[in-house]
């Protein structure tokens, strides 16, 4: 028997993609990578409580100043992981087993390898990169500890899960994908106070919360690596060396996509320290306010990046099978979703900005400050949600270029500029209202970048049927 027939007759997964109804099939992918992205939303907000809980305003900052540098090993996992979800799901879809099986081995094994280098780089070049980052003498101590048991010790792990994560989902399996990523977060929550509190001596929570995270991740990644083995058989799911490849165009093909799944990760976090560091001018309430209203805002959008990342496999499925009308479908009923939900939040933020502030942090001036920049940045969610469904389209069909080019226009090269000009036109609310002025531009481009779609889409089919 063949890899299609074996394929076709045996993985019942493919079902979600080829026959269920599109609601269905929409919410069997979407909904376990949402409840992971809430759950990794929670997994957050609880580090920096119980980090807080000490009081040790350096430990505070060294989780923060952490962050953007912690945050290259999540673009990493994209490159790999959504550039690779791409490349499989198309190659599902067009029936060609061996090359979603030889796609699928050089994900695992060039992501992994990637986070090595990471982590050796980390660890040579840790101590000048920390006063680079914004580590002081206080923090610095901190710092270097929660970078070894994270980025260097926890290289593979933090990457690795994620990886696989949307490996595994790519071929249909999205309820095995989000119980893996699920467990790092829930893990994490409940080894933070453990170590940070009970196991390790006062004065060392900050090592704790990294030692949590670490075990928390390697777990994770077990529990895939156990999946992958228990599913050896599969025609897709491989990690046998010798389906290692750098041939083949597949090297080329994921990269493609996955710079800008992973560039568009890396310049939300340059945005978000560029809005911070214009509004620190006016003040620590300021900041704070700016902060807690970032995170109020992450539940928006972390739901919708759950619900795109996990529809990618189903766009990019039909993609590679030229099955347009359940394309159409798929991409339609997720818009209005995201849409529906979105414009939801909005309301919500808008409406009880001050009562979701205060819930965070009690100081009025903070609750004043970022209860004015929620109801800015609410009107955004819904703009950011069609944004990023489009993007999602385009790394499923792999339209590399529009990709890439939404990816830095939307965080980085729109918004960026926005904020010092109206900075300087409205004082400090002008930053805020960068947000949602960027997405109006980046849906424009979008329209523009989806009509040649379509338009190179109809060629094509006119083409097929003149043949």
């Not at 890899?3 to 609601?23: G, L, Y």
């Not at 050896?232 to 799944?261: C, K, Q, Y």
């Not at 950011?384 to 993007?391: C, F, G, P, R």
């Not at 339209?399 to 960026?416: A, E, P, T, V, Y």
């Amino acid at each position: 028997m063949s890899d299609n027939d074996h394929s076709r007759k045996n993985d019942r997964s493919m079902a979600v993609f080829e026959s269920a109804p599109i609601p269905a099939a929409v919410m069997t992918l979407a909904v376990p990578t949402i409840i992971t992205q809430l759950i990794n939303i929670v997994y957050n907000f609880a580090d920096t409580w119980y980090v807080g809980r000490t009081g040790s305003a350096a430990m505070v900052a060294a989780l923060s100043v952490s962050m953007p540098v912690f945050v290259l090993m999540a673009a990493i996992a994209n490159l790999f992981g959504i550039g690779g979800a791409s490349v499989i799901s198309r190659a599902l879809g067009r029936m060609d087993i061996r090359y979603a099986r030889k796609a699928f081995s050089f994900c695992f094994y060039g992501g992994i390898a990637a986070a090595v280098l990471f982590g050796l780089l980390i660890a040579v070049f840790r101590s000048r990169l920390i006063p680079v980052i914004g580590g002081d003498q206080a923090s610095g101590p901190y710092i270097y500890d929660y970078m070894f048991w994270t980025m260097i010790a926890g290289s593979i792990p933090t990457v690795g899960n994620v990886l696989c994560g949307h490996l595994v989902r790519s071929v249909g399996a999205a309820k095995e994908a989000g119980v893996g990523m699920s467990m790092g977060g829930v893990l994490n929550i409940i080894l933070d106070p453990l170590f940070m509190f009970v196991i390790l001596p006062p004065g060392n929570e900050v090592t704790g919360a990294a030692i949590a995270t670490c075990l928390s991740n390697t777990s994770a990644l077990l529990y895939f690596l156990v999946y992958l083995y228990r599913h050896r058989r599969h025609p897709v799911l491989s990690l046998s060396p010798s389906d290692f490849t750098l041939g083949e165009e597949i090297p080329a093909n994921v990269i493609s996509i996955g710079v800008p799944a992973a560039l568009a990760t890396s310049m939300a976090m340059l945005s978000n320290m560029a809005a911070n560091s214009l509004v620190s001018e006016y003040g620590s309430a300021a900041v704070a306010g700016m902060g807690v209203a970032k995170k109020i805002n992450m539940l928006a959008f972390n739901t919708t990046m759950g619900l795109t990342q996990g529809v990618l496999p189903l766009l990019g499925y039909s993609f590679g099978a030229r099955n347009y009308d359940r394309l159409k479908k798929s991409i339609l009923f997720t818009g209005a979703a995201a849409l529906i939900f979105n414009l939801l939040c909005t309301v919500a933020f808008r409406t009880f900005a001050a009562g979701l502030v205060s819930f965070f942090i009690a100081e009025e001036a903070s609750v004043n400050f970022g209860s004015a920049f929620l109801r800015v940045i609410a009107l955004a969610t819904p703009l950011a949600s069609i944004v990023y469904l489009t993007n999602t389209v385009f790394q499923a069909a792999g339209r590399r270029f529009s990709s890439f080019l939404l990816s830095i226009l939307r965080k980085g090269c729109m918004d960026i500029p926005l904020m010092f000009l109206f900075k300087s036109l409205m004082g400090m609310y002008g930053i805020v209202w960068a947000t949602p002025t960027a997405e109006i531009g980046s849906i424009l481009v979008a329209v523009f970048l989806i009509r040649l779609m379509v338009g190179d889409i109809r060629r094509e089919e006119n083409t097929a049927y003149s043949r």
